[in-house]
């Protein structure tokens, strides 16, 4: 960073040579010197040849206006970019909360998926069961027709008893196949 102390600068104000001393560059000096010649040269034109004096007041005056007109600008700007980084943050915000929300519905989806895989898989084996219950009920049918007349009345039991194990496998079934479907419809 530059050191300005003491920065002395010629400049031509309406026609007159003054030497500017300021912490200010060189540039930025000249800059306000010709701001002030141009203010005091609008003045003059507006006046006609109005007294020195009255035009440095005019002058200065506008000048100041300018300068309170600038200031209102910024802070005009000032509040308006507080807002705006208020509304950022509100934004960043919303933004890490539908993050977390994304996150939370695919952990949701994935553990929904696996209890329906897991339900299928119940039902897979449920039919298993049933598929050799039948096969078993078949084979069991068979003998009957082959053994005497007292093995058929305790075939007959025992196949009374598969059939309603078989019921009961079937309505477990009906169950599961109930809330495989419940799944389904979840997940779509």
């Keep these: 960073m530059e050191n300005y102390d003491n920065n002395k600068v010629s400049v031509k104000i309406f026609g007159q040579e003054y030497t500017i001393t300021g912490n200010k560059s060189r540039e930025h000096i000249i800059k306000v010197a010709d701001y002030v010649d141009i203010k005091m040269k609008e003045i003059s034109q507006a006046l006609q040849a109005g007294p020195l004096s009255s035009i440095a007041v005019l002058a200065a005056v506008n000048i100041s206006d300018d300068y309170f007109s600038a ?12 807002q705006a980084e208020k509304d950022i943050e509100h934004y960043v915000q919303l ?23 897991e339900l299928q898989k119940l039902l897979d084996e449920r039919d298993q069961e049933i598929k050799a219950l039948r ?28 059939e309603s194990s078989f019921f009961d496998i079937q309505m477990e079934n009906i169950q599961l196949k109930g809330e495989l479907d419940r799944y389904k419809r979840k997940m779509e």
Excluded: C
Excluded at 71 to 82: K, S, Y
Excluded at 102 to 109: N, T
């Design 135 to 162: 096969e078993e009920a078949t084979r069991i049918e068979g003998q009957i027709m082959e053994s005497s007349s007292d093995m058929v009345n305790e075939l007959e039991a025992k196949y009374k008893d598969l």
């Design 71 to 82: 200031l209102e600008r910024f802070q005009h700007l000032e509040v308006t970019n507080q």
């Design 95 to 117: 933004w890490e909360e539908a993050k977390k929300n994304f996150v939370q519905y695919k952990e949701d989806l994935k553990q929904m998926t696996e209890q329906k895989e």
